[in-house]
């Protein structure tokens, strides 16, 4: 019945009042834990100053001048966007909570949430965010920056993305980013929806029936939520909010956790929710967030990646095909290609690629292990992620052989090849290294439901 401010009003304590300087003080050090809820300026922070800057590493990442670039393919997470429907539901139960316990002056922390304005609705339902708009269109505007002779104007354009909301508003924001002068290739479709190529996972029923719907293949994860190193976060928040500690649990934590990442990336504020957290606490948390992408989009199943061969294998015959056209010195029918996806879509095809791949699994015993280990998804999909392949055509070339020369970014930053540590491969080495995926992977076959029935598979 109270209104909620009448809670925190007996506290205008010195807590109160300095919890907007020990917040700045938090925020900083937790923002690199978010992981899959990362801002984009997490992995480049030079665009905190300057959201159009090519970073200090652009100009000595640029190519010989004899080398022009032929293709441009994009394939990229939508922008920032709002907490889904059920973080919402999750965290008004959490926040309703708090403004029912009795106010208590031992916990400022309560006190400061119980005050904080729950803003968040439903109906916002993961959909794209005012910054996640900014994202794509900044992001559009420094590929255009960074390779002006194939965004120069009345290039094609192919734009397709992935038919969730957030997707088509990313794509039409990056599509304003680049400005009026490029064309549509004739047609009046500003976006190709292609599901097939951006949601893959969805059309993969030996994904969706092992991994996605089945609780039993997440059982790392679930071992951490009720793991020691989770057990201590649980307390302590538990003291902090002085609620019984029997009232809370991993996913709760977690909503508090995921509230002040979204508050950072979508209001550009530190939360009273991230004074719940240390930073050691933090990097539990990104540990149960990327857990989860490793087992689910990651290393942990091969059909993870498997089921994006499609798209991968998509992106090599578009290589092949500008290839082949500048061989016979034909103009190229697909200088520009952008594909607005998700977290999911360029996961999977990072594992398939042998990206980011640590000696050991990431389980839920062993933490410690892997503190430093390279599978961290706030580094590699962050929000407004991209992989950029781009086909360079090489002239005074020693041999044909180095004519075609491929270099890939992730997320504006050189990738360095598995098969040669460089940031810049020959496309036919690199076509020689994945030769088994792009032969060999097949969707249909791969995704196809092992028959678990033995009664019926006796029968055939
Ligand atoms: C975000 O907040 C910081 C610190 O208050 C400020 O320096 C920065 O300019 C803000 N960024 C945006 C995009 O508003
Ligand atoms: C790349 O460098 C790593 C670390 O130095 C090394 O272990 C690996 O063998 C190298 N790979 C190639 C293909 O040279
Ligand atoms: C397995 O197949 C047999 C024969 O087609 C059928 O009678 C049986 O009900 C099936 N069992 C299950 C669990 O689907």
């Not at 050090?29 to 984009?40: A, C, E, H, N």
């Not at 559009?140 to 290039?155: K, N, T």
């Not at 649980?234 to 934590?253: G, I």
């Not at 016979?328 to 095809?349: D, F, M, N, R, Y």
Request: with cysteine; aromatic share 10%.
């Amino acid at each position: 019945m109270a209104p909620r401010w009448a809670a925190a009003a007996p506290f205008p304590s010195a807590a109160l009042l300095l919890l907007p300087l020990l917040l700045a003080v938090a925020s900083a050090g937790l923002s690199s834990y978010f992981g899959t809820k990362s801002r984009y300026e997490e992995v480049n922070p030079y665009l905190v100053q300057d959201p159009l800057s090519l970073g200090p590493t652009a100009a000595g990442s640029r190519l010989p001048p004899a080398c022009a670039p032929l293709q441009l393919r994009a394939v990229l997470r939508h922008g920032t966007r709002y907490p889904t429907a059920g973080q919402i539901r999750r965290l008004g139960e959490l926040h309703a909570r708090l403004l029912r316990r009795p106010a208590a002056a031992a916990c400022p922390a309560a006190a400061a949430l119980a005050a904080w304005q729950m803003w968040y609705e439903e109906s916002l339902d993961g959909r794209l965010a005012p910054q996640g708009r900014r994202d794509m269109e900044h992001l559009a505007r420094r590929l255009a920056a960074r390779f002006p002779a194939l965004f120069a104007a009345r290039r094609r354009l192919v734009l397709a993305s992935s038919s969730k909301h957030r997707c088509l508003q990313s794509s039409a924001a990056f599509r304003r980013g680049l400005g009026p002068s490029l064309s549509l290739g004739g047609d009046e479709v500003e976006v190709q929806v292609n599901d097939a190529l951006m949601r893959f996972f969805d059309y993969c029923a030996k994904f969706v029936a092992l991994v996605e719907e089945n609780d039993a293949a997440m059982c790392q994860v679930t071992a951490f939520k009720e793991g020691p190193e989770m057990r201590k976060v649980l307390e302590k928040v538990a003291s902090a909010l002085c609620l019984p500690v029997e009232e809370l649990n991993a996913d709760l934590v977690q909503v508090a956790f995921l509230t002040c990442s979204y508050e950072l990336a979508i209001k550009n504020v530190t939360s009273p929710w991230c004074s719940l957290f240390s930073e050691d606490d933090a990097k539990v948390l990104e540990y149960l967030n990327d857990l989860k992408q490793y087992w689910k989009r990651g290393y942990g199943y091969d059909i993870n990646s498997r089921s994006s061969c499609i798209l991968f294998q998509d992106i090599f015959e578009h290589l092949d095909e500008a290839v082949e056209e500048s061989k016979s010195s034909k103009p190229i029918s697909s200088p520009l290609i952008v594909q607005v996806g998700h977290a999911e879509t360029l996961q999977p095809l990072l594992a398939l690629m042998g990206f980011f791949k640590d000696d050991e699994p990431l389980k839920a015993n062993n933490y410690i292990k892997q503190t430093h280990r390279k599978f961290r998804s706030g580094r590699i999909v962050p929000y407004a992620a991209n992989l950029v392949f781009v086909l360079y055509h090489c002239d005074h070339a020693k041999t044909s052989e180095e004519e075609y020369q491929v270099q890939m970014l992730l997320n504006e930053q050189p990738l360095v090849f598995l098969h040669s540590n460089e940031t810049i491969s020959t496309y036919a080495d690199l076509r020689d290294y994945y030769k088994d995926i792009l032969e060999n992977c097949h969707f249909k076959e791969e995704c196809e439901l092992p028959k678990i029935n033995v009664t019926a598979v006796d029968e055939l």
